[in-house]
């Protein structure tokens, strides 16, 4: 394959924000690209497949797999984007709900990269893009169940690049910071709001507002997944953005106490 024929692509989550211009940028580099929604959308004019698909759903997944194997024959690229989040303070959530973001934010990603890995090992060739967060290595406080999720795929990614390096398969994780997406919007609220974190809540949420809004675009984003994508080789991580990347050489070289006391003051939480 060249440039110009990079392969087949899937992208899971690419109605809005960073799964949509993630489908564009690699249609513009040479894939042919299926994007995902959780309802069937109209034909795009970009030269993007969409397909409906719930990552929660066993058979909706497999559906997906099968009908882009039956238009294309082949997956080359998956790039696993969908998710949610949930913003309040770690008690404020049910069991249920945590488990929800879970089966969106983990077990999502679980079922499509199982569903797809067949394919890839019998190409015997492939590469699996997962969208983790700088919340995937650092403290988030008032993420703590996102965050816990974005953990989750980091651990499960390291492990899993390495099972399938010998077959010709790579997995490698991006790893954007505040993006200017819906993603503020769509936050899901917790289901058992406690008012004594309602003070530190409302003052965090203007914090991350803030941060959005000068955030970086879902095009960087975009750019650095189809850098991971076509990597030759490959690295394990790859932050999105200047932010991504001045917090990743933080969190290595500063000493934890110091990082631990920034990290509050950025958030204006007492040091």
Do not use: W
Not at 60 to 83: E, F, M, Q
Not at 101 to 123: H, K, S, Y
Not at 186 to 198: A, F, G, M, S, T
Not at 244 to 271: E, G, H, Q, T, Y
């Amino acid at each position: 394959m060249n440039k110009t024929n990079l392969g087949v692509a899937l992208v899971t989550g690419a109605s809005s924000g960073i799964g949509l211009a993630t489908a564009k940028a690699l249609q513009n580099a040479g894939y042919r690209v299926f994007g995902t929604s959780r309802r069937a959308v109209a034909v795009r004019s970009d030269g993007v497949t969409m397909l409906a698909c719930d990552v929660t759903d066993d058979a909706s997944v497999a559906k997906l797999v099968k009908d882009v194997l039956a238009k294309a024959g082949r997956i080359d690229l998956l790039v696993n984007n969908a998710g949610i989040g949930i913003f309040g303070g770690a008690e404020e959530s049910s069991l249920a709900q945590a488990q929800a973001l879970f089966d969106v934010n983990v077990f999502g990603v679980i079922r499509v990269t199982n569903a797809v890995l067949p394919i890839m090992r019998r190409q015997k060739t492939g590469r699996i893009v997962n969208l983790s967060s700088a919340h995937g290595f650092i403290p988030a406080p008032y993420f703590a169940l996102y965050s816990a999720t974005k953990h989750a795929i980091e651990g499960y990614s390291q492990s899993l690049d390495h099972e399938l390096r010998t077959l010709g398969i790579r997995v490698t994780l991006v790893e954007p910071t505040y993006t200017r997406t819906a993603f503020e919007e769509n936050l899901v609220r917790p289901d058992q709001l406690l008012e004594i974190y309602d003070a530190a809540r409302a003052s965090m949420m203007i914090t991350v507002g803030e941060a959005m809004k000068v955030g970086d675009t879902p095009e960087i984003v975009a750019e650095t997944i189809v850098m991971a994508a076509t990597d030759s080789k490959p690295k394990l991580r790859y932050p999105a953005g200047k932010m991504a990347r001045r917090v990743n050489m933080l969190r290595r070289f500063v000493p934890a106490a110091a990082f631990d006391k920034s990290l509050r003051k950025m958030l204006r939480l007492p040091v």
